[in-house]
Nanobody
Framework: QVQLVESGGGLVQAGDSLRLSCIISGRTLDNSAMAWFRQAPGKEREFVAALKRGSGSVYYADSMEDRLTLSRDNDKNTLYLQMDNLRPEDTAVYYC???????????????????WGQGTEVTVTS
């Protein structure tokens, strides 16, 4: 089993930055996929960023790529999402997700991921 626990969300103003954390416990595999998704009120859950654990390759949503930095600390088993220059439209619940392997054709799909955290809420005011 794999457990994911997110933290770091909060209420911020437009232009501020936040760093979200996802502590991962349980079994992990070298080629596993780890990702962040978000879900705004009344909208579908959407891809934000993903990391292929084995190679360390990082992938971002096109619309947010210039404002995101995805990183990991293997010693702490933690995945981080740094978000800069936040906008009101970034308001959402942010979820950490993981799967046993990374599929380059499906990593942007929620259905690709087996394990999910409970989410951390980000609210950006104008």
């Amino acid at each position: 089993q794999v457990q994911l626990v997110e933290s770091g969300g909060g209420l911020v103003q437009a232009g501020d930055s936040l760093r979200l954390s996802c502590i991962i416990s349980g079994r992990t595999l070298d080629n596993s996929a780890m990702a962040w998704f978000r879900q705004a009120p009344g909208k579908e859950r959407e891809f934000v960023a993903a990391l292929k654990r084995g190679s360390g390759s990082v992938y971002y949503a096109d619309s947010m790529e210039d404002r995101l930095t995805l990183s990991r600390d293997n010693d702490k088993n933690t995945l981080y999402l740094q978000m800069d220059n936040l906008r009101p439209e970034d308001t959402a619940v942010y979820y950490c997700a993981a799967h046993w392997h990374f599929n380059k054709d499906y990593y942007r799909e929620t259905s690709h991921y087996t394990y999910w955290g409970q989410g951390t809420e980000v609210t950006v005011t104008s």
